[in-house]
């Protein structure tokens, strides 16, 4: 079993138009900022991108939005300075926004990784983020109905990997990127490097490879991120 | 006279006990951390997956891979914890946080929460404003009393969009603190030579005044930061 891919422009190369896309990280920790330039490279359409920010000046998401690579995005804080690609776009109405509570964006993702048909939170109740939705009251509290969120791939980034798709993380690399890596169908982790099976300690590996389909060792921090 | 950011940060910091987790939202409560007492043990934590976040990191210190949710460069403290985003948030929303000390833009009588959008805001964008408000044991406000234009924002009933209802259990402004107490704001403290008829003139809802009313305890400055305006 070898999952390592040489290069990002392979690791991205089957993604059709119009797939939905799930990427990790939180500013520049964890994120696949390498994935998503080889993907802007494929100019490809109508992409459904599922990021908690909303991309950075004209580099990874924020590059792919300002290319019109992307019909939707659902996302949590999308409304950083960085983001002027996803605020002109949304603006003059070329694409579509989806913005979540961040406990029920990643719940969500949690969710259909999981296996789950969705829950019940108490966040955004009583608010306009609930309108339309369901509420139940359990134990004399109000919680809405959330539906999970799956995706076609998911594009994260890990610290060091083997050929098995085994990940660790350092520092606040997490965030996002354990719980996307069970919530696509094709799982593409861009790490920093990549170690011969058996290096990395069982405690450590924080994704077991069952989740990874692809793995791409990159230069580490090419261009340092305020934001994602 | 009333207190600068600073001295808001200060009066809450004496009032966050050892064994604290609390989560600081941006703006005066990001400022809060560095007046508390001296051997205390109060952990921050961050929507991104920390417990134990320390001061932010040195120009040219900075770890390409830890940020808070704020997007600084920070560092940890000794016996910090890291983890991803779903237990992040199972801390907030399971109510193991103790306090979460946010900034607002409005807060009703009831305690309503309004600090995420502005009304005619074009792009929405929440963050982790509305699990945090539904999700701590304690939410408290900490914000100046009124806006740059002068108008109250402690009002009978928020205008702009909620984060929560009747989340927020007490509130930290430069001329006052006030508990909420059902649909009651009781006034605690007033700011050094502040009167509780100044106080109620710049709220936008009935304040109850009790016997035990008494003065913030902010000293005009601490080691050279200025707590009260001139």
């Known amino acids: 079993m070898d999952k390592c891919v040489p290069t990002c422009d392979e690791a991205v190369a089957d993604i059709p138009n119009g797939a939905t896309i799930m990427m990790?990280?939180?500013?520049?920790?964890?994120?696949?900022?390498?994935?998503?330039?080889?993907?802007?490279?494929?100019?490809?359409?109508?992409?459904?991108?599922i990021q908690c920010g909303g991309g950075t000046e004209d580099y990874a998401l924020g590059g792919l939005i300002l290319d019109g690579a992307v019909r939707k995005l659902i996302s949590s804080y999308p409304t950083h300075p960085g983001a002027w690609a996803l605020r002109d776009r949304y603006l003059r109405g070329e694409i579509e926004l989806e913005v979540l509570p961040q406990g029920t964006f990643v719940e969500r993702i949690r969710a259909a990784g999981a296996g789950l048909g969705g829950f019940y939170t108490p966040t955004g109740v009583g608010t306009e983020l609930a309108e339309g939705k369901e509420v139940r009251i359990i134990n004399g509290r109000p919680y809405v109905f959330e539906l999970p969120l799956s995706a076609d791939f998911a594009f994260i980034k890990?610290?060091?990997?083997?050929?098995?798709?085994?990940?660790?993380y350092r520092r606040t690399m997490r965030n996002f990127n354990p719980i996307m890596a069970m919530a696509a169908k094709v799982v593409i982790a861009e790490v920093d490097e990549i170690v011969a099976v058996g290096?990395?300690?069982?405690?450590?590996?924080?994704?077991?490879?069952?989740?990874?389909?692809?793995?791409?060792?990159?230069?580490?921090?090419p261009r340092l991120l305020r934001r994602t | 006279?009333?207190?600068?950011?600073?001295?808001?940060?200060?009066?809450?910091?004496?009032?966050?006990?050892?064994?604290?987790?609390?989560?600081?939202?941006?703006?005066?409560?990001?400022?809060?951390?560095?007046?508390?007492?001296?051997?205390?043990?109060?952990?921050?934590?961050?929507?991104?997956?920390?417990?134990?976040?320390?001061?932010?990191?040195?120009?040219?210190?900075?770890?390409?891979?830890?940020?808070?949710?704020?997007?600084?460069?920070v560092t940890l403290l000794p016996g910090a914890s890291l983890f991803d985003h779903a237990l992040s948030f199972a801390i907030i929303r399971g109510g193991h946080l103790?306090?979460?000390?946010?900034?607002?833009?409005?807060?009703?009588?009831?305690?309503?929460?309004?600090?995420?959008?502005?009304?005619?805001?074009?792009?929405?964008?929440?963050?982790?404003?509305?699990?945090?408000?539904?999700?701590?044991q304690r939410v408290w406000v900490a914000m100046t009393h009124v806006t740059e234009r002068g108008e109250p924002k402690i009002v009978e009933a928020c205008t702009y969009p909620l984060t929560a209802p009747?989340?927020?259990?007490?509130?930290?402004?430069?001329?006052?603190?006030?508990?909420?107490?059902?649909?009651?704001?009781?006034?605690?403290?007033?700011?050094?030579?502040?009167?509780?008829?100044?106080?109620?003139?710049?709220t936008g809802a009935p304040l109850r005044l009790t016997a035990d009313l008494r003065e913030m305890p902010v000293p005009a400055e601490v080691r050279g930061v200025p707590l009260r305006t001139p």
């Open chain 2, 1 to 73: 006279m009333p207190l600068t950011r600073e001295g808001i940060a200060y009066r809450i910091a004496q009032d966050l006990p050892d064994g604290s987790y609390v989560n600081l939202g941006v703006g005066i409560p990001s400022l809060v951390l560095q007046f508390l007492p001296e051997g205390r043990d109060v952990l921050v934590h961050s929507e991104n997956g920390i417990l134990g976040v320390g001061p932010k990191a040195a120009a040219g210190q900075e770890d390409p891979d830890l940020v808070n949710a704020n997007g600084d460069y």
């Open chain 1, 158 to 168: 890990a610290h060091r990997a083997d050929r098995w798709g085994n990940l660790t």
């Open chain 1, 24 to 49: 990790g990280g939180f500013g520049p920790p964890g994120f696949p900022a390498q994935l998503v330039e080889a993907l802007r490279r494929r100019r490809l359409r109508d992409l459904v991108i």
């Open chain 2, 166 to 202: 009747r989340c927020v259990k007490r509130i930290y402004t430069d001329l006052a603190v006030i508990r909420v107490e059902g649909e009651d704001l009781v006034l605690e403290e007033v700011a050094p030579g502040v009167s509780p008829q100044e106080v109620q003139a710049c």
């Open chain 2, 98 to 136: 103790t306090h979460a000390i946010l900034g607002a833009l409005q807060v009703s009588r009831r305690g309503d929460l309004s600090n995420w959008k502005v009304p005619g805001q074009r792009v929405p964008g929440v963050g982790g404003a509305m699990d945090l408000a539904v999700g701590a």
């Open chain 1, 199 to 221: 290096e990395l300690s069982p405690e450590e590996i924080e994704t077991p490879g069952i989740f990874v389909d692809r793995v791409v060792a990159t230069e580490r921090h």
